[in-house]
């Protein structure tokens, strides 16, 4: 890769995992926490009506670009099963902070990450676009695992109120680095939303495959389903030292 000058990345799959219970402790909590707040839910009730929730929010999110919030979807499962309460009930505020204190609980680093990183920012300026609904929890996620100090920009979808690929976060991470949109590279392995859409915001995708080479379950709710593989055009890697190589980095 030529005339790179700062390098962009996703977060989830990317530079980080999640254990794979993840998913099923968070649902465990989140039930747990509307249940202790006086909803009289079934666990498996609640589980499919949130999961239905989920799609149709998700499913706008793909026709419109804008970013949804898990308190809407509980408000909607919740409303489903009888229960009429408003996305902003403290009740529910709670329920979405226990809810993600799993998915804190079993982040894990991608081996090699920090040391990448360490790297690159020897020559390079580095920042992270994450598509994520509710940003705390992604900030404190980076902080958990000690992230913060390599990245002179977080960008969260939740904050910037669309999600990748839409052209808007993309645009604040170009405005961010100050560079050309053509000297900035970005790492993600989602096809569509890190790799179109550094595409159609002129940056140089990277497609990460480390996930799906090494058939670890991806983190929930993050990729999206029967995407297509990027043009053979797209450089593609498979660990940080394939990264390094495209750099031309020893």
Do not use: C
């Amino acid at each position: 890769m030529q005339n790179i000058k700062a390098i962009g990345f996703d977060l989830f799959n990317t530079l980080i995992t999640m254990e794979f219970q993840a998913l099923k402790d968070a649902l465990t909590r989140l039930t747990s926490s509307l249940r202790e707040n006086g909803f009289a839910i079934e666990h498996n009730d609640f589980v499919e009506a949130h999961s239905e929730a989920v799609l149709d929010f998700l499913e706008q999110t793909k026709r419109d670009g804008k970013e949804s919030h898990n308190r809407f979807w509980i408000s909607t499962a919740l409303a489903k099963l009888g229960h009429e309460v408003p996305p902003d009930n403290p009740h529910i505020s709670t329920a979405v902070d226990t809810y993600f204190s799993a998915f804190i609980q079993h982040a894990k680093l991608i081996p090699g990450t920090k040391e990448m990183l360490t790297t690159l920012r020897q020559n390079y300026r580095i920042g992270l676009l994450s598509n994520f609904t509710h940003p705390p929890a992604a900030n404190q996620i980076i902080a958990e695992l000690d992230l913060e100090p390599f990245f002179e920009v977080v960008l969260i979808s939740g904050d910037l109120g669309y999600r990748k690929p839409h052209l808007s976060v993309f645009e604040a991470l170009i405005d961010h680095f100050g560079v050309e949109k053509e000297e900035i590279a970005f790492v993600g392995d989602d096809p569509e939303a890190d790799v179109a859409g550094a595409l159609g915001a002129g940056l140089q995708p990277v497609w990460t495959t480390y996930v799906r080479d090494n058939n670890i379950i991806p983190a929930p709710g993050v990729v999206g389903k029967g995407e297509k593989n990027p043009d053979s055009k797209v450089p593609r890697i498979s660990d940080w030292e394939d990264l390094l190589s495209l750099l031309d980095i020893e």
